[in-house]
């Protein structure tokens, strides 16, 4: 269908109607191919018309001239219950030269679930009236799939929110930089945001957007929070939302968890970037043994095309904290140290570490060096942990100092940048399975994690570094043992560093292709104190490498332990009391942590 027309007459409409269609399932797509070009061509706009809403909801918009070519749009309806139809409008405004056309409209997955005989299983669940059978992490999410509304029947309403009348239960954090605004139909800047809500598919349906124009500045945040909860106990709970990342400009929406009120907490998820005009469901596994708090970050990118969206957010299987209130808050030392207010009552000098269930002292030093001093092992929580194989989707205490620095410069866009992240052969594009591990070190599957530098970002010699936090004290046998795997045509080199305080030294090296498999490497670290390993990849010539690390253990690193027990024959008291196997003297290893078991008097 198209529309040639060279005449000058003012505000001219042509409209082309759609059949009435009555039902569309929750994954309901609408693609068509258009076609405008001319002079001064004009818009063209498609509305979804609703039986019995006076205001039509804009589903689709060109503003102008778009070059001699077909293009795609695929528009996102769905979950729509009533009768409706579709406008193509395209509206003349006074003098006009082009031609505007459309063709091959195509509805994709629109059709309800179909009925099934059984539904077994505990992950599924068997709507009343249709008879489909769904996915149990489906139900009382906001979104009826099943077609007759079983599925979000006796829903806890403090559980979940559509924002249809306000924000339920979730608080605007007065710690931040500005606050979300709820909203009805598009977001005032065009080419950015939604143009309608998740709940009803409509421009009458609310939702929550991030406004990134003036005054907003970038990195400007606004947090959202969420009641409290329960601990999860052994039961996991999930939390469900919506985002829609729409516009050149958008930066970042995160996810944090947290048991302490004054604190950030720790990252859950987070996603950067254009995601496209389209609301996008996620899905959260939360597990917690105290009381928690979700929140919901949204950070202005530096352009006022950057709205963010938010709609339909829910749990499932989490109960709410009716205890008193709050969550504990956390107080700072002088030294800077972050203890928990609620710590027990004790007696400890700044230079020492509280437990935290019992309050006992401890020295510094015994924070973080791979032995558990504290009852309740809390002198080990902020450490890196001795074995590490990602399957939890968990970082074991690692972090990547440069992404941390990276919120006050923005030279670098963080997205495009040389940087290590969780990967999985499942996950991986068609271009990479030549040289990205296929199968992870520890399951030997394409399900498996592993740590991988991913090169088809940053440029040639760019380095990317993961560090431990600061560990305080090593035994003289410790040694670091990992897995890598380094394969590809221009693959760089892995490093493994030791930083303390400001001295940097190279412990181990590898460079060039190693061949497509997992190699074993260990690295010696001995008697060391307040000091971090860092891992650090060097980018090659092209993307076609990867570097990849699984499987990273500490092995005997808790620091010695001197008993009052006297030595056996077999052993050899150093000058410290400490004993130690005859065998390990005059080994070129510091066994004792004095050195008097390498003395050349023995």
Known sequence: MFILKTSSSISQIARLRSPQFRQTGSNCTLSFWYYNYGQSVGAAELQLLVYGL????????????EGNQWLKAVIQLGRLPYPFQFSLDKISLGFYEGVSAIDDIRFENCALPPPALSCEGPNHFWCRDTKACIDSLLVCDLVDDCGDGSDEDSCDPGLQCNFENG????????????????IQGPTPTVNTGPLKDHTTGTARGHYLYLESSEPRQFLDKAVLLSPLFNPSGNGTCVFRFHYHMFGKEVYKLSVFQRTLSNT??????????NQENRWIRQTLFISSSKPFQILVKGTVGDGFTGDIGLDDMSFLGCALYNGKGNLPTISTTTTGTSVPATLPMNNCTEK?????ASGHCIQMTQKCDFRPDCSDKSDESACVMEV????DKDLCGWHQPALEQMSGNYSIHITNMFKWQLGRGANLYPEQEQHCPLTDHTTCTEEGWYLFADSSNGEFGHTADIATPVISLTGPRCKLIFWNHMNGSTIGSLEVLCKSSNRTS?????????????????VFLGIRSNFQVIFRAKRGVSYMGDVAVDDITFEDCSPLLISDKPCTSEEFMCANKYCIPKNNLCDFINDCADNSDESPSI
């Open 54 to 65: 006076k205001q039509p909801t804009v589903l689709w918009r060109t503003y102008y001239n």
């Open 167 to 182: 924000l339920c239960n979730w608080e605007q954090d007065v710690e931040d930089d500005f606050d979300w605004i709820r």
């Open 264 to 273: 950030k907490g720790w990252l859950l998820w987070y996603k950067f970037g």
């Open 352 to 356: 020492e570490f509280v437990c935290r």
């Open 388 to 391: 590490c194989d990602f399957e």
């Open 506 to 522: 190279k412990l181990w090296t590898q460079r060039g292709s190693q061949g497509p498999q997992w190699n074993r490497a260990e």
